[in-house]
């Protein structure tokens, strides 16, 4: 046994988990510890402090359900999330590759499938667009038949999971390009929103004073066998919070601005967008996606609670 001081206490932790057989999660859990200890020496931590950021730790796991991911939006405000995808892209993205943004949490697996030209809407109303454009790699060749997931706001900044039943699809589809990677499709166009701010993410996002808000986009997923899944977003240059997204997830290449008399739109009575996807070759095996649909990472028989309840007064 030996009396533990503020600094013998990090290396007696580390030199106890040293028989850890994963030696990635070793060397994860070594890092962990030597920074979580570094940060409350530096901080000064105190006990109550401690026991409060336990608190909010706890309360963000218990507002988890399968449609909400407080954990990643958590994330997402703190910039982790885009750097964790900032550093998967430096490692597999090719440099003519389109930019990645987040996935977010609202992504769902197997959403309706739509044939080219259709609408994401389903429910939701307002002024329509048409995206169209081509799908190609890294050297400019068609991709064929590349398959789109694109996901979205209505026109009121609601996603489907916020506006409706969760058993009801709404602004978000899946379509096969074609032959030559060509792909269209029609919208209403989406209005930024702000993350939601009824949970200890959006508590810890008041007292810093922040605005809360996302701009206006669409999210996009494109995959085809060989190539790194594309996980990003195309952003409204008009929304007047594309310079300052909570989520730290716009790119200056992915802002757009839809137009009208475009030569090759496929829809000449509607304000178009032409953007064209460069997927990156997957090289190692190890996809592109950063991020997951929220039911999968809940436990089964999770249903959540009202986070209000479990934050401490204060």
Known sequence: MQDLDVNEITEAVIA??????????????????????AFAREVNLT?????????FMTAVGQACTPYRQEFILFSDVIGLSRLVNVMHDAKGREATGTETSLLGPFFREKAPEIGLGDSLAKVAHGPEIVIYGQVTDADGTPVPNAEMDVWQTNAEGMYDLQAHDPSVMDMRGRLRC?????????????????????????????????HGFRPAHIHILVAAPGHRELVTALYF???RHVDSDTVFGVSQSLVIDPKTGLADAPRADLPAIRYDFVMSRDTDGSGGRVGSDPSKLV???RVGSDPSNLMPAG
């Open 237 to 239: 240059a008009d929304d």
């Open 16 to 37: 106890q988990m040293a028989t850890t057989p994963d030696p990635r999660l070793k060397e994860i859990m070594e890092a962990a510890v030597r920074h979580l200890h």
């Open 178 to 210: 074609d032959a030559e990677g060509r792909f269209h499709f029609r919208t209403v166009k989406p209005l930024g929103y702000s993350i939601p701010m009824d949970g200890p993410v959006g508590e810890l996002v008041r007292n810093q004073a922040r």
């Open 47 to 55: 006990p109550d402090e401690w026991l409060k950021g336990i608190a």
């Open 299 to 301: 436990p089964a028989g």
